[in-house]
């Protein structure tokens, strides 16, 4: 018999640390453009080479953005922060500290409600901090065949980092967290918050308890997760891991680890040497950033409508569901997309249908984006109307519609032109039920004698008959007034 001590119920804890470009045109301390994608090293001055004698300059912009950030995660913003030098050493940091905020970040104390979404309770993950960084260079392994090549492009770039509290408790909210914090990064324009560009770049710390302790277990930190299904699917593997161990009576080591999405597992990181001690002090080069509460004022008043208050607002004015109100606001262009489709027809939930099916599956289908789409929000709502009062069907609207994304023209001119507009004129439409009655004499005479599913059969030849244009309303009113007639 094996024993019967049950397993121990342990608890996930996890905190993440979120990386965020902030989307300006030039670097932090330096003029350098902030391009994706520029040859190596071509987007390179002395401040960002680290050249002897050259000062740090901060950029407005950065600093603008950042507060936007903060505030829109309800943080406090402080009127006073205090970039500090973190010194380490590594190949892609040309000074051999990085700029960044210490014990004095630019906000603190902010909360980001991940349980909105899915309509059910609120569920709050504290936000601990928000402090602006300048990112490192990157060391590139796979250009040449047995060096490292050095590219600083990135170094300089403007980051916010933000920290939340151990407050998320399975792999699910991890993914859900970084979700709705990237809407808001992008819903604030803040960012590109584009993961594949490393815009956006998640690291997790996590630890495991039992169930109901209160003290925190020893946590490892993992790094290169490259998607939020990798973040999900890594902290998935990584608490099995330390359960495991635990079990086995064995104890958690701190370290880091790196997610291999290839092999799904985590594995041990390099150690960075001194990675322990970065010896922060306040950076004499830069003086402590002082902002003016108008300011801070200013940009709270000028933050955009939220994604979670416009989901709320969604479903009541063009009540739609939970459920699509969430898949509508996952992109501020699409959400817009949709309340301008809307308000053209004056109907919100025709246009919902149509922009969560044949709209999406277009946007799916053609790899592309809403930013790129091109049928304007007035022409898919002139569509909708067409269905709406009948001139169309709605299959016919749906080959009106894969034209009009050819950029083809108005949906009606399309209808017209095509020969797809429905034909309600009972001249033609009788004489089809009498040409399909004619042509189906068993079956009008069983649906004459009461066998009522025969009624769709001949609606469906009648539509066939008339190449899909007739109005199957009004055919099965005809057919109805045939059978009583
Ligand atoms: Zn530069």
């Not at 969430?326 to 959400?335: E, F, H, I, M, Q």
Request: proline share 6%; net charge negative.
């Amino acid at each position: 018999m094996s024993a019967t001590r049950p397993a121990p119920d342990y608890e996930l804890v996890v905190g993440l640390e979120v990386h965020v470009q902030l989307r300006t045109r030039t670097k932090i301390f330096c003029p350098c453009p902030t391009d994706f994608g520029a040859p190596p090293n071509a987007n390179t001055c002395p401040v960002c080479l680290a050249l002897p004698g050259a000062l740090p300059v901060l950029n407005a912009h950065a600093v603008q953005l950042a507060v936007r950030t903060a505030l829109a995660l309800e943080c406090t913003v402080h009127r006073t922060s205090v970039f500090a030098r973190k010194n380490y050493f590594y190949p892609d940091l040309p000074k051999g500290y990085q700029i960044s905020q210490f014990d004095q970040p630019i906000a603190t104390a902010g909360r980001l409600d991940i349980g909105e979404a899915a309509g059910g309770a609120p569920r709050v993950i504290g936000i601990t901090r928000a402090h602006m960084e300048e990112d490192a260079g990157k060391s590139v392994h796979d250009r040449f065949p047995s060096v490292t090549a050095i590219d600083l492009n990135r170094a300089g770039t403007p980051l916010v980092e933000i920290v939340s509290e151990p407050d998320i408790r399975t792999p699910a909210e991890a993914r859900a967290y970084c979700g709705r914090l990237k809407e808001i990064l992008e819903y604030t324009g803040v960012s590109d918050a584009n993961m594949e560009e490393g815009s956006l770049r998640v690291d997790a710390n996590v630890s495991v308890r039992l169930r109901g302790a209160t003290a925190l277990g020893t946590k490892t930190e993992i790094k290169n997760m490259n998607s939020f299904s990798g973040v999900e699917r890594a902290i998935a593997v990584e608490f099995e891991r330390q359960c495991a161990r635990l079990e086995a009576g064995e104890a958690i080591v701190q370290q880091t680890l790196l997610w291999d999405a290839t092999r799904q597992e985590v594995r041990p990181a390099r150690s960075k040497e001194g990675s322990h001690d970065y010896r922060y002090f306040p950076d004499p080069d830069l003086p402590p950033l002082i902002l003016d509460a108008a300011f801070i004022a200013h940009e709270r008043a000028s933050l955009p409508e939220l994604p979670a208050a416009r989901r709320t607002r969604m479903q009541a004015q063009y009540a739609v569901s939970p459920y699509e109100a969430g898949v509508l606001t996952a992109s501020r262009a699409l959400a817009d997309y949709f309340e301008a489709v809307a308000a053209a027809l004056g109907d919100g939930k025709p246009a919902a249908n149509w922009i969560m099916g044949e709209v999406l599956a277009h946007l799916n289908n053609a790899g592309t984006t809403m930013a790129e789409f091109a049928v304007p929000p007035a022409d898919l709502a002139s569509l909708l109307a067409l269905v709406r009062d009948g001139t169309v069907s709605n299959s016919a609207a749906k080959r009106i519609f894969a034209r009009m994304t050819q950029g083809e023209g108005a949906p009606a001119a399309i209808a017209e032109r095509e020969g797809l507009t429905q034909v309600r004129d009972d001249g033609a439409l009788v004489a089809w039920v009498d040409e399909v009655w004619a042509a189906h004499p068993d079956e009008a005479t069983r649906l004459a004698a009461g066998e009522k599913k025969l009624l769709g059969v001949l609606v469906g030849a009648v539509m066939k008959r008339s190449g899909g244009r007739a109005d199957p309303r009004r055919v099965n009113q005809l057919l109805a007034a045939k059978l009583s007639g």
